[in-house]
Nanobody, 119 residues
């Protein structure tokens, strides 16, 4: 069984910083991509950043957010700087991984962590 456990959310003032972490555990053979998505109230879930062999960011977070990955720990981090009220959302971790050498890649999601940017 695979689990993605997120941490690091919370309340921060505009202009502040937070770092989110997502650790994947279980019988994982390999991980292709890991990423962060977010969903604000009344809005659809959207891509924030993803990392595989390269990184990709939403235009709204470029220059402010940085995604990094620790392959030895099956962990992905999202460093969020210069936070704005519009960054307020539930942030979800996503991993594309396989459980065996002949297995297909499957998508797993974390439970989400709340980020609130407010004064």
């Amino acid at each position: 069984q695979v689990q993605l456990v997120e941490s690091g959310g919370g309340l921060v003032q505009p202009g502040g910083s937070l770092r989110l972490s997502c650790a994947a555990s279980g019988s994982i053979f390999s991980i292709n991509a890991m990423g962060w998505y977010r969903q604000a109230p009344g809005k659809q879930r959207e891509l924030v950043a993803v990392i595989s062999r390269s990184t990709n960011y939403a235009d709204s977070v470029k220059g402010r957010f940085t995604i990094v990955r620790d392959n030895a720990k099956n962990t992905v981090y999202l460093q969020m700087n210069s936070l704005k009220p519009e960054d307020t959302a539930v942030y979800y971790c996503k991993a594309e991984l396989r459980l065996g050498v002949i297995s297909n890649y499957e998508v797993y999601w974390g439970q989400g962590t709340q980020v609130t940017v407010s004064s």
